[in-house]
């Protein structure tokens, strides 16, 4: 049911939000790059660069095509974080030295590259190659040992350059705002594939020299390398997958309905506008759960689950190739234009290919995960964290990595359907995704584009007012249009029984249940319930032993507060064995709510440790404290 608010709310909202926003039409300075973007444009990089797994670096040079907008500007900023870099020339014949100078090192920012050009530097457009190589501490870049990987015979390499990591290994100017087409030369052991967020060629010989051409506009983020024993396996005309030769076979098997999901989202918003569309299975200690680098989605091995039912992911992850990678957030102050978008299409995906049911389930799974996230940011004095508009000027862009820019960007989708239908959303977004399709838009932009279709109509069903109570109010607005599952009413009805001691464990009709009917009852559990319950339904189902991840993750967090020791090497297992953010940063904050649990945390992370990515490393650093070897 839609609660109205008041008129006079809307109104005192609608002016606030108004005054604090009307400035941003057109985006000003990214607050999270030093690059001079408004004296300087960079249009294309080309990368010539070795991977040297010895010393865990990659080293080369970049040539980086700019145009000059401001016709008195004689100086280039870019952003680097901790780069060695030994030179610097403008290209042109003769080629010409140029001086340059790396200003102090910021903590979050890197450190600006200042490049002087010589006084009779006029041309509008002008090429500078620089000479640098990576540090092994890269942030944006993984170096695993071969013990690291699946096959545990060869090293791997690879990237993640959201949100503000492809600094650390190219010096460029890392902000959304910029898109660019890049080409790149990459030498590697002959031994090891390379494979790029570019055009990949599914028939290339292993020879340790690989070419590679993006020719559609990025913005840096998505600019992405990863190396190592590959190989290659078709599900679709379009549609391949890469992985070391022990995961391909369980990847294409577990991924075979990629084709119908890229046609399902064509028939709703529009064609795939990037040629391929192929999957890079990286190794557990991968971050995130997916990676939307276009042409080429980096994946989690977690979603392998043996019966396609993790493969939303793969679903949210495809529709970023047009909500986030064709339109794109111009600062990550706007990071629910990315996420939001795309967590709406992606349940639509779902919807068109495995029914309503699953659909609703999803969505209701996704709004918990929204309640549990915006009442853990409040109560931890970041409420602000719970708008959709946030402000991260002196904060780093990974900190607003809740689930609010995503389920409650989809919450917003979802009342913009309610008001409109789905039809006229869908053309909505549709002509959105045209109209701005290889652009970087503000906040701002979305509005007066939807103020053009719908706010300023006559007849709108939505007011201006009532959009800003969602962009700038925390926490679920109570305009949202909540979803409900049948599916999981059944669930509740069963799981009350057997709290209440009416229905054993073994009793219960679980049979037919899928992935997500286990994770809406785990993760429902009561907080103070007994590990002796724990015990119950761990012998009549077997949970402690999962090898889905997402329900192994929602069994060890009841575990841990039930303080139930048998599952207590599982959890080890676990944490030392996958590195995605979502399923082991929420374990350490639960465990370290006991002293034993710290200890056991503490314990647990000094050997788990190594295998986590850079970004999780400070974060759990910070959180656990830094092991002392």
Known sequence: ????????????????????????????????SLANTQDFRVRHLSLDLTADFTHKRLAGYVDLQLQRLDPAARQVVLDTRELTVSAVEQLGKPAQALKFRLGEAQPILGAPLYIDLPASSTAQELTLRVHYQTSPQASGLQWLDPSQTAGKQHPYLYSQSQAIHARSWIPLQDTPQVRLTYDAHIRTPPQLMAVMSAANDPDAKRNGDYRFEMPQAIPSY???LGVGDLVFKPIGSRTGVYAEPGVVESAAHEFADVESMIEACEKLFGPYRWG????????PSFMWGGMENPRLTFLTPTVIAGDRSLVSLIAHELAHSWSGNLVTNANWDSMWLN???TVYLER?????????ERYEMEDVLGLQSLQRDVASLTAAGDGALTRLVVDLKGRDPDDAFSEVPYEKGRLFLGFLESRLG??????????YFDRFAFQSVSTQTFIDYLAEHELNRPSARVSLAEVNVWLDEPGIPSLAVLPHS?????????RDAWLKGQRKAGDLATAKWTTYEWLHFLDNLPADLAGARLGELDAAFHLTASTNAMVAHSWLLDAIRAGYAPAWPRLEQYLTSIGRRKLVKDLYEELLKTPDGKQMAQRIYAKARPLYQIPLVQQLDELIGKPAY
């Open 1 to 32: 049911m839609l609660v109205r608010l008041s008129a006079f709310f809307l109104a005192t909202v609608f002016l606030m939000s108004f005054a604090a926003r009307a400035a941003d039409a057109v985006p000003g300075p990214d607050p999270h």
């Open 222 to 224: 998505l600019i992405a």
């Open 276 to 283: 391929r569309y192929d999957l890079l299975i990286l190794p």
């Open 339 to 341: 996420e939001g978008f």
């Open 348 to 356: 639509r995906i779902i919807e068109a290919l495995y029914g309503k």
């Open 422 to 431: 789905r039809a006229e959303l869908d053309k909505f977004l549709r002509g």
């Open 486 to 494: 049948e599916a999981f009413t059944r669930i509740d009805l069963q």
